[in-house]
C-alpha cells in the first residue's frame, strides 16, 4: 500500500524559509510512471496546486509561487520536499504532498496534510 | 491558465437522491478532467480520472462524463457518506487548476 508522509514545522515566521518534506512508502519514488505533486490548502478554502517533480528532477511550479519555490527529490531516501521562501501570512495552509500518475495525469495517493501556520 | 468553474457551489440532499455536479472550463481540456472528493479534515480522495475512469475503490454510485468544456459528475443513490466537498481539477496542462468546490450537504 502506498503512502505518502508530510513532515516540517507546523509554525514559521513570517519573512522565513518554509521546508516540508514527503517520504514515500510502498512505492519506488524512481518509479518512471509517476511524478510528485505539491498542493496547498487555504483555511476553509479550495486547492491550489503548488508544483510538481519528476524523479530525473524536472519541475513545473506555479507561476505564482515560482519566484519563492523549489521543490526537489531524494531518491536515495525515497523522499521529495518543498521550500518555500519569504513567507507571509498568505502561505498559512493545509500543504499535501501526493503521487501522480503519468498517464492520465491525476493525484492516486495523498499524504494526509500538514499545516502550516505563518505568524510572529 | 485554464479557470474552472464548478456549479452549484452547494447543494442540499437527502439520502437516495440523484446528484450531479458540473465543471466547466475556460478552454478546452479534452478528457483532462479529474474529480475529488474532501471530507472535512481529510485530504482529497481521487474519484473519477480522465472525465469517466472510475478509480479503484470507488463505489459504482459515482460517474463522470464530458470532453471539451464541460463536464459532470454524478452520484446516482446519494449516501450518508457521500455528504462532502467535490473538487475537478484540469491536467491538460500546468499549472493544474481546481474548481472552486461543490460542497453537498445533508438537506
Known amino acids: 500500500q502506498v503512502q505518502l508522509q508530510e513532515s516540517g514545522p507546523g509554525l514559521v515566521k513570517p519573512s522565513q524559509t518554509l521546508s516540508l518534506t514527503c517520504t514515500v512508502s510502498?512505492?519506488?519514488?524512481?518509479?518512471?510512471?509517476?511524478?510528485w505533486t505539491w498542493i496547498r490548502q487555504h483555511p476553509g478554502k479550495g486547492l491550489e496546486w503548488v508544483g510538481y517533480i519528476y524523479d530525473s528532477g524536472s519541475t513545473y511550479y506555479s507561476p505564482s509561487l515560482k519566484s519563492r519555490l523549489t521543490i526537489s527529490i531524494a531518491t536515495s531516501k525515497n523522499q521529495f520536499s518543498l521550500t518555500l521562501t519569504s513567507l507571509t501570512a498568505a502561505d498559512t495552509a493545509v500543504y499535501y504532498c501526493?503521487?501522480?500518475?503519468?498517464?492520465?495525469?491525476?493525484?492516486?495517493?495523498w499524504g494526509q496534510g500538514t499545516l502550516v501556520t505563518v505568524s510572529s | 491558465d485554464i479557470q474552472m468553474t464548478q456549479s452549484p457551489s452547494s447543494l442540499s440532499a437527502s439520502v437516495g437522491d440523484r446528484v450531479t455536479i458540473t465543471c466547466r472550463a475556460s478552454q478546452s481540456i479534452r478528457s483532462y478532467l479529474n474529480w475529488y472528493q474532501q471530507t472535512p479534515g481529510k485530504a482529497p480522495k481521487l474519484l473519477i480520472y480522465?472525465?469517466?475512469s472510475l478509480q479503484s475503490g470507488v463505489p459504482s454510485r459515482f460517474s463522470g462524463s464530458g470532453f471539451g468544456t464541460d463536464f459532470t459528475l454524478t452520484i446516482s443513490t446519494l449516501q450518508p457518506e457521500d455528504f462532502a466537498t467535490y473538487y475537478c481539477q484540469q491536467s491538460y496542462n500546468t499549472p493544474r487548476t481546481f474548481g472552486q468546490g461543490t460542497k453537498v450537504e445533508i438537506q
Open positions: 510502498g512505492d519506488s519514488i524512481s518509479n518512471g510512471a509517476y511524478y
Open positions: 480522465t472525465a469517466s
Open positions: 501526493a503521487r501522480a500518475r503519468h498517464s492520465g495525469d491525476y493525484e492516486d495517493y
